[in-house]
């Protein structure tokens, strides 16, 4: 990746244009991580670079970007430009081909702003980003309510670097997207929800989920995670606090890696709450159906945010499902292996975990449940089953509900131990219904 980076970076000197690495990784370079991808400025227009490298892609050529492939290989090359004004609060209306210099202050943030010559080994800095890189600050460039009124996204950008970073962000910076918060509201749905996906996988996701709080940001992005403060729980289940601060504790108590429905749903489970809110007669706090209504106000937040349904989905289901744990260990083994073939299962006792560990620390029903997944860990999640709706039909069932409800039975008994063989199970269907397999005369009159 780097190699080819440099090729072109070379190609393009030969035909006597200026090329130098930039944006995320020179950054990441210079703090010793790998780069995921790397980007190219140059003094060549796209003309120019499209001409040097056949089968360039010069669909961002309006803004200077053409994207050249060797290989396996994609890297952007960017003219140096100025960006003229903008007028949606996101886009440029018009791009000026121009220095590295101008071409650094345009970029959103200092260290985001440094040049790279990967030939002769030299760092480019017009922006102070060295020192920032170096201090752990995360600095707009230029005037940040400028920068921030021209391109809202950098709002939740700046929180995102300062998270994945673990940056500080420098406080006329901080101060600028504070009061710049609601023009969030400008940016597309996808947008915002790429920059929350980055923000909420990364393991420092509770620092990120604080600056979003903080910032202004959550009152636009997710402003139902706020309707979580101050909602009280019956303090001998909870002793932590509300269910804002149940949440954020939950967030903290998470493994560094997680899926993105795990993390959506640890956000997500409890976010009917408020609107379940209840106290009975004895003065007990009481969220009935906080689960469902949890589900569906879960699935309706992700399709605002433009989610797949890949995510939605299992997130759902997850919602849904959080409170069946607390009956586990009355549960008969064919409900709890049923359960335990959802293929959200894992995400969902990962989910149960910090559910306890964040309120009142009792584990009993999480480790119930892994033993069970030791014990049920070389059978298959559902077995074959010993017999089918064909084997039904001929001990005399119509097929209909009636049929559905024994072949549910006789396979509840086969997941719970009872018939394991298909003679058994025939049995077991004859001595449970009064049919008797085989018996029935299918040709005859009724
Ligand atoms: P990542 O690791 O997420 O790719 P990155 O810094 O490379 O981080 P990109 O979105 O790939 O971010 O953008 C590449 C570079 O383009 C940035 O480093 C920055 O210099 C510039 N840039 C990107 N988005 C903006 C923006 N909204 N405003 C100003 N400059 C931007
Ligand atoms: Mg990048």
């Keep these: 990746m780097l190699d080819t980076a440099v090729q072109i970076i070379q190609t393009l000197r030969a035909a006597g244009h200026e090329a130098l690495l930039a944006g995320g990784c020179v950054r990441d370079f210079l703090l010793g991580k790998d780069p995921k991808d790397y980007d190219v400025a140059t003094s060549a227009t796209p003309e120019q670079v499209a001409a040097l490298f056949p089968g360039a892609r010069t669909v961002g050529a309006h803004f200077g970007v053409v994207i050249v492939r060797l290989g396996e290989d994609h890297v952007e090359v960017a003219t140096f430009r ?23 202050k345009r970029r959103d943030f200092t260290i985001n702003g440094i040049f790279r010559d990967p030939v002769n080994e030299r760092v480019i800095d017009f922006v102070g980003g060295l020192e920032d890189l170096r201090a752990g600050v995360l600095r707009a460039i ?56 980055k923000i ?10 604080d600056l979003l709080v903080g910032s202004g940001l959550m009152a636009h992005v997710l402003p139902e995670i706020l309707t979580l403060q101050g909602v009280e729980q019956p303090p001998q289940w909870h ?15 998470l493994p560094e890696q997680v899926s993105l429905p795990l993390v959506l749903s640890v956000l997500l489970h409890d976010i009917a709450k408020p609107a379940t809110f209840t106290v009975d007669e ?15 106000m879960s699935a309706e937040i992700l399709r ?42 894992e995400d969902e006792l990962a989910l149960h975990r910090v559910d306890c560990l964040g309120s009142n620390g009792l584990l009993d029903n999480y480790e119930f449940m892994v033993e069970r997944r ?9 077995p074959l089953w010993l017999v089918n709706g064909g084997d039904l039909i001929k001990a005399g069932f119509e097929p209909g509900p009636e049929l559905g409800k024994a072949l549910t039975a006789v396979q509840n008994a086969q997941l719970d131990g009872v018939v394991t063989t298909r003679e058994e199970a025939l049995a077991w269907v004859a001595e449970n219904t009064g049919r008797m397999p085989g018996s029935h005369d299918s040709g005859g009159d009724a």
Excluded at 93 to 104: H, K, L, N, R, W
């Design 82 to 104: 100025t960006d003229g004004s903008y007028k949606d609060g996101r886009r440029p209306q018009t791009v000026t081909f121009s220095t590295p210099e101008e071409d650094a």
């Design 142 to 197: 230029g005037d940040p309510h400028l920068r921030f009124e021209e391109d809202r996204l950098r709002l939740l950008r700046a929180v995102r670097f300062a998270t994945v970073l673990d940056f500080q962000i420098e406080p006329e910076t901080w101060k600028a997207v504070r009061s710049h918060a609601a023009g969030i509201g400008d940016v597309s749905a996808e947008r915002i929800r790429d920059e929350l996906v």
């Design 200 to 209: 909420f996988l990364h393991p420092h996701r509770l620092r990120g989920f």
């Design 239 to 253: 002793p932590e606090g509300d269910v804002f601060v149940h949440t954020r504790l939950m967030l903290s108590l």
């Design 282 to 296: 004895t003065g007990r706090i009481r969220f009935n159906g906080h689960d469902k209504l949890g589900a569906e």
């Design 304 to 345: 605002r945010l433009k989610f797949p349904n890949d995510v939605i989905e299992p997130v759902t289901t997850i919602v849904e499902h959080h409170m069946g744990f607390k009956d586990v260990k009355k549960m008969r083994k064919s409900t709890l292996r049923r359960m335990m073939a959802r293929p959200t299962w």
């Design 374 to 382: 030791e014990e049920f860990t070389r059978q298959p999640v559902l």
